[in-house]
């Protein structure tokens, strides 16, 4: 037994010998010697409630004890699993997991004070190569994935299904491939995925509209195809949204318009067609947005600079926009960027935009004035 007196252990009831001496589990059991030895203890097979109680409690903080060891040695052999999976690892993560230190002081890992389980996972770049194993699904108590900026390679495990609380996930900058699992809609604390810069195609998945947590989603620069699915109004708290440089098809749902939280819209270099729906340009926190290199079309309301005050880069050059130049867009003080090049944007004249200005076409500039008007496409 632990620190307790030798004394009163070599009296204890026996029942008792086997438990841990944590502190919670050495109180409980002395107080359970106690109260056995006051009341005849159970010499006529019966128990007062309290000896009962006092039992069931150990019992159950003995399960919870024993079940904590199990998923430490669980998370050892998932991290174990993980380093013998990585073929190349130039600046030496790898070889530090080892028993000199206990796993949840190895590089990259963070684990829970309470529990000791695995709660973050972070080997941002640090070049690794290699790909993830379906054990990473027994990681049960990861909140956390970032392994951006690496050179992990496959596919991203079903398995992942499995990582219930996890938060942020972030595979960026690697060469995964294949679809996104359709069963990460299990993963319902989300709030951050970003799979930018991979090989990854197929659908967006309905499914992640069931992630009503989701804040930041990213896909862009992967080869994802067919249309952007209209479920995504399901996302109440969404962010930012990139799906730029990809083959996405048909056109902009009107239903992203009901993202009231929205901030960042990128959608360029896709093939998307038709119009913007005008409940897209009443997204008042809008401060990024993104769609050139379309085949979009038609004008945009001239009203957009009250409806999206805060917007600061308004971008949607290589389209096929028409109507006058946007007045209101002086509205908009923090405005950063306007490019709306290759387009048939008429109208230039004498406007203030913020710290941007427009002029008339035929007016004598600067030359960096008229580097950013023709940029723009306004000359």
């Known amino acids: 037994m632990g620190n307790g007196n030798s004394e009163g252990e070599e009296t204890a009831d026996p029942i008792f010998a086997r438990f841990p001496s944590s ?32 039992v069931l409690l150990i019992s159950v903080l003995e399960s919870a004890m024993a079940s904590n060891t199990s998923g430490n040695a669980t998370d050892r052999i998932a991290l174990l699993d993980f380093k013998n999976h990585i073929t190349q690892d130039p600046f030496q993560i790898m070889p ?31 070049n690794l190569f290699g790909f993830i194993r379906p054990s990473i699904g027994n990681l049960t108590f990861l909140t956390g994935i970032n392994l951006q900026n690496n050179s ?11 990582l219930i609380r996890i938060q942020h996930l972030n595979l960026s900058f690697n060469s995964f491939t294949g679809k996104i699992p359709s069963n990460i809609a299990h993963c319902k604390e989300l709030t951050v995925v970003y799979l930018d810069d991979n090989e990854l195609f197929g659908l967006i998945p309905e499914q992640l509209s069931s992630l009503s947590n989701l804040i930041f989603l990213s896909l862009e620069l992967n080869n994802f195809s067919g249309e952007i699915p209209s479920s995504i109004e399901n996302l109440p708290s ?18 992203i318009g009901y993202l009231s939280k929205l901030g960042y819209f990128a959608f360029p270099s896709n093939e998307i067609s038709d119009t913007i729906p005008l ?28 409806t999206l005050p805060n ?9 096929n926009f028409t109507g006058p130049i946007l007045v209101s867009l002086s509205n908009a003080s923090g405005l950063q960027m306007v490019d709306f090049s290759q387009n048939m944007i008429y109208g230039v004249r004498a406007i203030k935009f913020g710290n941007l200005e427009w002029v008339e076409s035929h007016h004598r500039l600067s030359r960096s004035l ?6 723009s496409g306004l000359l």
């Open 238 to 255: 969404l962010n930012l949204l990139s799906l730029r440089r990809n083959n996405l098809q048909g056109v902009i749902p009107e239903e």
């Open 311 to 319: 917007v600061k880069l308004f971008l949607g050059g290589i389209n």
């Open 279 to 306: 409940a897209i340009y009443n997204i008042s926190s809008l401060y990024h947005f993104s769609v050139a290199n379309y085949m979009l079309q038609g004008e945009i309301p001239q009203d957009v600079g009250h």
């Open 96 to 126: 530090s997991w080892n028993d000199s230190l206990h796993f949840c002081k190895w590089i990259g890992v963070k684990c829970n004070p309470t529990n000791g389980r695995v709660t973050i996972l972070n080997l941002e770049s640090q």
């Open 370 to 375: 008229q580097m950013f008007l023709e940029y």
């Open 23 to 54: 502190s919670l589990m050495r109180a409980l059991q002395l107080a359970a010697e106690v109260e056995l030895g006051r009341a005849c203890p159970l010499r006529d097979g019966r128990a007062s409630g309290l000896q009962r109680l006092l």
């Open 152 to 162: 992990f390679h496959s596919e991203i495990p079903q398995e992942i299904d499995r």
